[in-house]
């Protein structure tokens, strides 16, 4: 099978055949149809010391099932995250880690959806909204925050603000359900916030913080690192909540497979609509990367192996 991998930090990504592994006991072997391309994952290849496989979010056709594997059978549409190398061809994936993708629904629709899906209604439920607050979505046009910026419309944001990198973001950002767009350089992100998103974090947590209406909470889900002053805080009583999506899949599993199942339930409903920006195939993937860095995407990136 194919696979995609680097040998230094920072690349150049190629492809190189190996085996089809074999399941372990509690994984399924997964025929992979899409692979979500994310931020974390571009990082790592741009920042870690030592060459990490290149997993993620996949979907697709089981084929295999180790032993122990109940829940699951070969034949199955499955998506979940993979640990292991999931920009390949075959790759392994927990069962713990899989949900089953419904009739109706593409492998495609799957990686944009779920992973991404999760983390953005995560974040929003940190976030505690109240009917008829407004609500502040960095990166909207994001793979996790085109999903947001449509989850807070839907949890009742009488006002939803959208925060992009780049003016030409605008029109697809409205096209979600924002009613205002601003860009990252703007001096005046207009009338204050009840609740903001950030999946930037950096120099932007300054303008999200002070962006908050006074005793409001700023969601911090962004690998990007960053400081927020205390006195920013203190003068308007507002508050910094740091959501991790790995914490609620390890420690609240039950939680996890409520949201997922909402998930779906919106997307059947067609109040939910994942956006993808380019398909690319496996031995493309330094391009897809690509489009991450250079932050043009708007919607989801996704690997067609």
């Known amino acids: 099978m194919r696979r995609v991998r680097y040998e230094a930090p920072g690349g150049p990504l190629f492809l190189e055949d190996v085996p089809v592994p074999e399941p372990a006991p509690g994984e399924l072997l997964v025929r992979c149809e899409a692979v979500g391309v994310t931020l ?70 799957a990686v944009a959806l779920v992973r991404s899906g999760l983390v953005a209604l995560g974040a929003l439920t940190a976030a505690r909204p109240e009917p ?8 909207a046009a994001s793979g996790v ?23 030409d973001k605008a029109d697809f950002v409205r096209s979600l359900g924002a009613d205002e767009v601003v860009a990252y350089g703007d001096a005046d992100w207009g009338e204050p916030v009840g609740y903001a998103l950030d999946a930037v974090g950096g120099d932007l947590l300054t303008p999200a913080v002070a962006a908050l209406a006074p005793g409001g909470r700023l969601v911090a889900y ?20 740091g959501f991790q999506m790995a914490r609620i899949a390890r420690d609240e599993p039950e939680l996890y497979g409520r949201w997922r199942q909402e998930l ?42």
Not at 151 to 160: E, P, Q, S, T
Not at 286 to 295: D, L, M, N, P, T
Request: aromatic residues 4%; hydrophobic residues 45%.
């Open 132 to 139: 008829g607050e407004s609500a502040l979505i960095t990166a």
């Open 40 to 109: 974390p994952v571009v990082r790592k290849v741009t920042e870690a010391a030592e060459p990490i496989a290149l997993g993620g979010e996949i979907a697709g056709e089981v084929v295999a099932v180790g032993e122990g594997v109940t829940r699951f059978r070969t034949g199955e549409c499955v998506t979940g995250l993979s640990f292991g190398h999931g920009y390949a061809d075959f790759a392994p994936l927990h069962e713990a880690m899989a949900s089953p993708v419904p009739d109706g629904a593409s492998a495609v629709d």
């Open 222 to 241: 962004s690998s990007g690192g960053g400081t927020v002053q205390a006195y920013d805080l203190l003068v308007g009583a507002k508050s910094v909540i």
């Open 264 to 305: 779906w339930r919106l997307f059947a409903e067609g109040a939910l609509r994942p956006a993808v920006h380019g398909e690319f195939a496996l031995e493309d993937a330094a391009r897809a990367h690509a489009v991450i860095e250079s932050r043009t995407n708007r919607g989801k990136v996704v690997l067609r192996p």
């Open 145 to 167: 925050g085109h999903l947001a910026v449509q989850l807070a419309r839907i949890r009742g944001a009488a006002r939803v603000v959208g925060a992009v990198s780049d003016p």
